[in-house]
């Protein structure tokens, strides 16, 4: 009874592994089919070169050697020549390269880290500086502007004061001429 059982879990189990993969089990298959195929073309046609090379060799003759040296020399000139034409238009293009990055280099070159830096300290050095004494002329001013307004507060009361004078002068000057 329990082999039963683990004879269908087994069974059970198998057949969901081969829904799982029967897809990659059917394209390696057709992977293994297609690599066979190619072999035996591959075989085929390395067979028809080697017919071709004894056919060849048993037909050619000195002239006909020289004929395929003269071909393949001047097919090897003519490579060379379309060889020598890339490298001159490549030449032309990593000058025209290394021109713009000596531009950029340059270019580059005028902002010097060092410098700026430098520049930096030196301007917030200047800052601070211009800060406190704009704080000190700001201390300063609050003080003269409380001055001025006990200055102008001592006016006033020196006025008042003036005021009564005059008008106790009055008062005595009007007292005596009328006494007078």
Known sequence: MLTAKNLERMIALEDRLREEYQTQIDAKTAELETCTQQKEEQTATIAKQLEQIKSLSAESSSAKKLEQQNRELHQRCENLKEEMATQKQRLKSLQKDLAEERTEIKALKQFDPAKMKKNLDATKKKLAEKTTATDLLQKSLNK???ENVEL??????????LAELETTETEEEALEEAAA
């Open 144 to 146: 003269s502007r409380s």
């Open 152 to 161: 102008e507060s001592k006016v006033k009361e020196l006025e008042t004061k």
